[in-house]
């Protein structure tokens, strides 16, 4: 009875613990769920959602002591194994020389001089990005190829520290001949010179050199960017449907970021071109496969890489604040150090489709920028290439120039599709002379951006003045406010109307004059 008393009474409670249990179960998941959802949405893009399962992952970095490396293997490997310019680094002589030789004295005289930071290069042919260091790796490089030298009390420095070395080259039993006479030699050149014998690693005795190339600096390795999924706690490969290889790159260039923004004194205009910005990466594209606007406002190269990627830089930033102001997304006069913090702390939301980058991907490199790169005829028969303003390419101002330039073209854009002006702009897809002769005249309205500073009583009357060069006296009388309006842009963006709307009416205007 009672056997049969208590299977009844477990068979009733049964269902009851059952129910007690499911609901623990689906209030701990709920919680979860919650968690994750509250930190998915308020944290950066370490978090994020798969494509695929909808599921969340958490990205880390997997960092890990490596071993010393040596400046011979600096020497031998810098630009092959060891790449120093990934898409997210910034140039190789950021640092002022003094500072590349106070730290080069410090490397040569034995002192810790930081660690760089390497990670796998996608290709995984045994090449590793440098992550960190690429200044103190260049540095050392130099120096082992003779691209650097020190001299008056950092030389006297590196000689006293390596004397010892010198005199034991003279040791007959150890050394060849010939090192033994270049370290006589350059104990007599100590001795005798008024000065101090600079410091050239390709003079100096074999013996130096040698154990020069045994000096270290210490290392870290990224080793994975590790994937982990919240819901299952579970680590994913690169083979899951939901691995996604741009989430790593942005973990070693919020890494490399947030490295560099520590150490001063680097610009963080510097640092734009590894952004993960939706902004950067069309801009970046753009510059460096269709430069023929960067080469119409005279940006050219000059086949030297570090002013060459210096010069990218700068372009960048002009074509990005451009974008940016295009699409609401600054202020016009934003200061360029706080603007350059924002895009890297992704401050900026990057739109899903903005105008900007539509015109970025579509009109400007397909339709537009084909009049900085052919010739047409111009109304006197002639057939030559376009011909921007002088001052658009001068030194006063000329970075806001260029902004005001860039965005002006993507406004007309917007202009011509309002008004379905295709057909006055382009023929069977061709661009017409229209549209060569609005550019040019629209770059000679912007050069009056110039006059900011000029005393406005010769405006009108001097011949060295924009207005009287290009003929545009009529047109700034019949309106003289949109110019005053226009050339108060120069000053911080101060105006009546917002910059894209000043903007437009320019080139209302400037289309009325093109026939």
């Not at 969340?56 to 490596?66: F, K, N, R, S, T």
Request: charged residues 25%; glycine residues 6%; neutral net charge.
């Amino acid at each position: 009875m009672n056997t049969n008393k208590n299977t009844e009474k477990g068979n009733v409670l049964s269902p009851s613990s059952d129910v007690n249990t499911s609901d623990k179960v689906n209030s701990r998941t709920e919680l979860i769920d919650n968690v994750v959802k509250k930190l998915v949405s308020e944290t950066n893009f370490q978090f994020f959602k798969g494509k695929i399962t909808g599921n969340h992952y958490l990205i880390y970095l997997d960092e890990q002591p490596g071993t010393a490396l040596s400046a011979g293997s600096i020497e031998i490997g810098w630009g092959k194994k060891y790449k120093p310019k990934p898409i997210y680094q910034r140039p190789g002589d950021q640092h002022k020389l003094k500072v590349q030789k106070q730290i080069l004295s410090d490397f040569l005289s034995g002192e810790r001089i930081g660690t760089m930071a390497f990670y796998d290069s996608i290709e995984k042919f045994g090449n590793l990005d440098v992550v960190d260091g690429v200044q103190r790796g260049t540095i050392i490089y130099n120096f082992l190829k003779g691209k650097l030298t020190l001299d008056g009390a950092l030389a006297s420095k590196f000689w006293a520290y390596w004397l010892k070395t010198i005199i034991n080259g003279m040791d007959e039993v150890t050394y060849d001949e010939v090192t033994r006479r270049s370290c006589e030699s350059l104990l007599k050149s100590i001795n005798v010179s008024k000065r101090i014998p600079k410091v050239k690693f390709t003079e100096l005795p074999m013996n130096l050199q040698q154990d020069i190339r045994q000096l270290s600096i210490d290392t870290k390795n990224i080793r994975e960017v590790i994937f982990t999924c919240l819901e299952t706690q579970e680590k994913i490969f690169p083979t899951h449907v939901d691995f996604d290889g741009h989430k790593v790159i942005e973990m070693i260039r919020f890494k490399f970021n947030k490295l560099n923004l520590q150490q001063k004194p680097v610009d963080p205009v510097h640092l734009i071109w590894g952004s993960s910005s939706e902004y950067n990466k069309i801009s970046r594209s753009y510059v460096e496969s269709l430069p023929e606007l960067m080469l119409s406002l005279g940006y050219t190269l000059e086949q030297n890489e570090a002013k060459d990627d210096k010069l990218l830089r700068v372009f960048n930033e002009i074509v990005i604040r451009s974008m940016l102001v295009y699409d609401n997304q600054i202020k016009w006069g934003l200061g360029i150090q706080k603007f350059s913090e924002n895009i890297l702390d992704n401050v900026y939301e990057d739109p899903e489709v903005s105008n900007s980058i539509l015109f970025m991907e579509s009109f400007l490199p397909h339709n537009l920028g084909r009049v900085f790169n052919e010739l047409f005829v111009d109304v006197n028969g002639v057939e030559r290439p376009l011909k921007l303003a002088t001052e658009i390419v001068g030194k006063t101002q000329k970075i806001v120039m260029h902004r005001v330039f860039i965005v002006s073209l993507m406004v007309f854009y917007d202009f011509m599709m309002e008004k379905k002006l295709t057909s006055k702009y382009y023929q069977n897809g061709e661009p017409t002379s229209n549209l060569f002769n609005l550019v040019e005249l629209l770059s000679k309205v912007i050069s009056c951006l110039s006059l900011y500073s000029v005393n406005s009583s010769t405006w009108t009357t001097d011949s060295t003045k924009v207005l009287v060069k290009y003929g545009l006296v009529g047109m700034y009388k019949e309106n003289q406010e949109l110019f005053d309006d226009m050339i108060l842009l120069q000053k911080s963006g101060t105006s009546r109307d917002t910059p894209t709307q000043i903007l437009h009416k320019v080139i209302s205007m400037i289309d009325s004059y093109t026939l």
